[in-house]
């Protein structure tokens, strides 16, 4: 799935229905701003909202995940391909989970690592010889934890557990926000409520 595709198609949708977005998102009982975000491509129609906003529009949802009108004879092969597209995503998420992890693992091993030998052999390595070890091992450590946790900010999405919004925080609200687990005290851009926010791999909530 494209989002820019899926979001062109839902504004092209909407104005031939006779729709503002406001007056979309007010049959959704959502805020215009979801709307206008699903439009610039920079988010996707919740779960709960798939079928009320394809009701809106007149369309399917497998013509909203193709982002276009499918003909009958083409029904099959596009449910399939979207099915493809979503299992692709969750699995591409799932190898991008795997690496943000070794790195986080590499750089913590090689932090500790320096920081014995820096100990261990103290009466046999010179003072600034210590304290560069140290200081690279630091500098190694720092990197592979900023890297490992953008890695981790970027892959899949956080779920409102108020609203269902799917959504990816900010570098900051991501670092600061409380966590455990595979949840995260996070703010919604949606609905405005912090709560304990679930990791999902993919748009459909999984």
């Not at 570098?171 to 912090?194: D, I, N, Q, S, W």
Request: aromatic share 8%.
């Amino acid at each position: 799935m494209n989002q820019m595709v899926t979001g062109k198609f839902i504004a092209s949708e909407r104005k031939r229905k006779g729709y503002t977005q406001r007056q979309l998102a007010d049959l959704l009982q959502i805020s215009d701003k979801t709307v206008s975000k699903w439009e610039r491509g920079n988010g996707f129609p919740e779960v709960s909202l798939l079928l009320p906003l394809c009701n809106e529009l007149d369309i399917t949802v497998n013509e909203l995940l193709s982002g276009e009108r499918v003909s009958e004879e083409d029904y099959q092969k596009k449910a399939e391909e979207n099915m493809v597209n979503m299992i692709q995503e969750r699995e591409e998420n799932k190898r991008k989970a795997i690496m943000t992890i070794v790195t986080g693992t590499t750089s913590t091993a090689a932090f500790i690592t320096l920081i014995l030998v820096a100990g261990i052999y103290a009466d046999a390595i010179a003072l600034p010889v210590r304290i560069l070890l140290v200081c690279i091992g630091c500098a190694i450590f720092g990197s592979g934890l900023v890297v490992a946790m953008e890695g981790e900010r970027t892959v899949g999405y956080y779920k409102c557990k108020a609203c269902g919004e799917l959504f990816i925080p900010t570098f900051g609200e991501y670092v600061f926000g409380m966590h455990m687990l595979a949840t995260r005290h996070l703010k919604c851009p949606k609905c405005g409520r912090k709560t304990w926010c679930r990791k999902v791999l993919s748009k459909n909530g999984i």
